[in-house]
């Protein structure tokens, strides 16, 4: 059938289908799987931004719940404004320890879930493919995890189990899904007193950036697990977040009624540019008129990786905001299902061949 239509008119198909849709029809033929994973149709098709919520509070006489969710929004090389909409929210049913495990992370479509009994184990889901793993367990106790997953590079991920604390360092376990195993490393210096550190990461071309409180990033390359130390324009607090737009390490930082972006232009000299400011007045019409209580709160969620867009959370809805053109350009609301979910992570990133055959 795909020949008879012709690849451009198959391709005009395509772009308009769900990403989900697109995993699934790699597996219609040999030529339906080239011509989706194509770069020329990835660089047409809109980004994937994917993301948790979670309830604090007890729902229906269910405790706290977590839920994954997935849309698509306007792609890296289009400037028009989105039409909205309710985001999708991923139906976990398919895992079967959606309800027995928490999740404790995610990276670009793939969610992270620990559970301790009967014995630790962790999972990595991909509500994209509903497909999912089963690591291996871990030597020592884990007291933080983090997942590392590139679909752009490669189908493989990394999940880092930091399993003790030292002065300025720690010991971490590495599982690796090419090597299939843990690896050990006894000795990671941080090259910051440990204190310091906080658990806000980010991971982005092999390497996890943690904000550390005495006012640095630390870059960990899983690769070699060696660290850098770069300092930051502006304090650090429970509201910056790092991230990367054009290849570039970026910083956001809030004084609670502003917030700045940088970019890192020497790391070696700890050299910022500050690229862009935004305030309440800039999101809502005469909001610096309103009052502490009635004004809406907006949090920094994640940069555009590839234009000067930066994407905000105010309850029930998630908005992406045009610097240069200083307007809102896209909006996503949250259905009442989800009323009072906090939104605490997103990632934003192309479909690619590597998401739909991961965990295959």
Partial sequence: MDGEMGEDVLSEILVRLP????????CVSTNWNALIAADYLRRRLPLITSGVLFHDAPRDGVGRQAYTYACALPSSSSGETGNGGVAEADDMGFFPYHGTSSIIDGCNGLILYYSSSPQPTFHVVSPTTRRWAVLPAPR???????????????????VVCFTRWLPRGASVEVF????????????????????????????FGGAVHVLAYSGHVVRIDLATMACTVTALPAPVSYRARAGH?????????????????????DASRSEWALKHELGINDLVPGGSSLQATTAPTFLFMAFHPDREVVYLWTPGKLVAFNMEQRRVEEERVFGSAKEG????????FPFSRHLASCLA
Wanted: aromatic share 10%; with cysteine.
């Fill in 19 to 26: 990403h989900k849709s697109l995993a699934r029809f790699q």
């Fill in 140 to 158: 020592k106790k884990t007291l933080l995890s983090v997942l590392s997953f590139d679909p752009c590079a490669s189908p493989h991920y990394k």
């Fill in 176 to 203: 690796c899904s090419e090597r299939g195993a843990w690896r050990e490393h006894d000795k990671l210096d941080f090259g910051l007193d440990t204190d310091a550190m906080s658990a806000t990461m980010h991971c």
């Fill in 245 to 265: 737009c054009r290849d570039r390490l970026r910083y956001a930082s809030s004084d609670g009624s502003r917030l700045k972006f940088w970019e890192l232009v």
């Fill in 341 to 348: 979910a906090q939104l605490i992570q997103i990632w934003l």
